[in-house]
């Protein structure tokens, strides 16, 4: 089994957590035929929830970095949906990223571009996807970002 992905990941300095069991009554992911559904990933490190609310105490840079925790959290489902073996994903197909934000933040762009910017870093190509960025008045926990992903694979 090659593990380009995750050799690419390693350079980046990204080793991938191991995928969080859902929070209630849903599953991680959905594989219908060849595509992975991986459900909504919230923004999280190694020191917890990443919480706030964009354009009140966060800044789009510090969500772009929340962001990319979610990216990280979609790859963990991924390879887990591939019994491990990362390589088995063809592209990323399509991302949802919900930003908790005030209503007059408009920049929910830029803060999911820190999972997409991440994604074609790490992927090359196959992480180029269709994207949509929305404002949500609150999410679960308080996290600043939650994004969701439809992953084709090999």
Do not use: W
């Not at 849903?26 to 990933?41: A, R, T």
């Not at 073996?85 to 762009?109: E, W, Y």
């Not at 929305?134 to 679960?140: E, G, K, Q, R, T």
């Amino acid at each position: 089994m090659s593990n380009k992905i995750e050799a690419r990941l390693a350079e980046l300095g990204v080793t991938l957590p191991q995928a969080p069991a859902p929070a209630a009554n849903y599953v991680p992911y959905v594989i219908s035929g060849n595509l992975v559904y991986v459900s909504g990933q919230v923004s999280m490190d190694e020191n917890g929830f990443i919480t706030g609310k964009l354009g009140e105490d966060m800044a789009a840079e510090a969500g772009a970095n929340a962001a990319k925790t979610c990216a990280i959290g979609l790859l963990a489902q991924v390879k887990a949906a591939c019994d491990g073996d990362l390589d088995r994903l063809a592209r990323v197909v399509k991302l949802t990223g919900f930003v908790n934000s005030t209503p007059a933040f408009g920049d929910q762009p830029k803060v999911v571009n820190g999972a997409s910017d991440f994604l074609v870093e790490a992927l090359g190509d196959i992480g180029r996807h269709s994207r949509s960025a929305v404002s949500a008045a609150s999410l679960p926990f308080g996290v600043a970002v939650e994004i969701e992903g439809i992953f084709e694979l090999k």
